[in-house]
């Protein structure tokens, strides 16, 4: 599969500035790996230091929220996935 990936705009920092990538992924797990094997400063703004995702980290398949078990639904060529990190500020 050869799903789209795009990217909110503190992760395109650590991705080179690329706002959506073409990659072969099957899952939207697979597109996280990727994204942090590739771009290995993107690790920080995924995961906190035990590994675990950011709670704050909001992943959306065609426009819709997907959560926990979904990550690994199987993806098709057409999915676009997109990646945004929510920060508020006070």
Known sequence: MSPRIRLSTLLRQAAGWQEV????????????QYLEKNFPDMRRWLYDSRGNMWD??????????????????????EDELFILLNIGGG
């Open 56 to 77: 704050r980290l909001q992943i959306y398949l065609n426009g819709q929220a997907i959560h926990g078990g979904e990550l690994t639904k199987r993806l098709n060529d």
């Open 21 to 32: 990538l073409v990659i072969k992924a099957e899952t939207p797990v697979e597109c996280l």
